[in-house]
């Protein structure tokens, strides 16, 4: 997760350049203090540059702008909110050894009309040849979704460059966004 906000920059330089108005979706960063101060009161993985990315930016200001091209980066407080509402609801379902993921460790930072991005955390089992994949929740869907935040971030990447975009996201011809999901992410069909 070296260079997360180097990365996620990248992203919002490339939308300005192709004239979105974008920086008012963003919300000003949380202090580092505040932060800290509640990852404490949770189990979530949670390492340092997510620290440092919420004390950037507090996510995006509206669930619709998809920063992640269909999906939104939560704010803190609605990754807490999802997470909460999501391990009393969604995760109960599951049992877990059957799943080989403990929810509770997970944190979900983007989202978009019911379903989640979970980052995952170091020893999962569900995929573990991945390290720390993106794990993707919702509507009946618990799977693997990118090898890595860096994975999803190329993945991105080459989406907004090939897609059709709009203020609020971007569209890619489906069998596009299949080739370029699974050249960053090979790892994940394979699940």
Not at 46 to 72: K, S
Request: hydrophobic share 40%; charged share 20%; net charge negative.
């Amino acid at each position: 997760m070296n260079n997360l906000i180097a990365r996620i920059q990248k992203l919002i330089d490339f939308r300005r350049e192709i004239g979105q108005p974008i920086d008012h979706h963003f919300l000003p960063g949380l202090s580092r203090e505040y932060l800290q101060e509640k990852v404490s009161q949770y189990s979530f993985y949670f390492p340092a540059e997510l620290i440092d990315l919420y004390a950037w930016h507090n996510g995006t200001n509206e669930q619709d702008f998809l920063i992640f091209r269909d999906m939104a980066w939560l704010s803190f407080e609605n990754s807490v909110s999802e997470y909460e509402l999501n391990l009393e609801y969604f995760w109960s379902v599951f049992n877990s050894s059957d799943i080989n993921l403990e929810p509770a460790r997970m944190f979900p930072f983007a989202g978009f009309e019911g379903f989640c991005l979970y980052l995952s955390y170091p020893g999962q089992a569900m995929c573990p040849n991945l390290g720390l994949p993106i794990i993707a929740t919702g509507k009946g869907v618990l799977d693997p979704y990118f090898t890595s935040l860096d994975s999803m971030l190329d993945t991105v990447e080459e989406w907004f460059t090939v897609g059709q975009h709009s203020e609020y996201g971007c569209t890619v011809e489906e069998t596009l966004e299949r080739q370029i999901w699974r050249k960053y992410n090979s790892e994940v069909f394979g699940v």
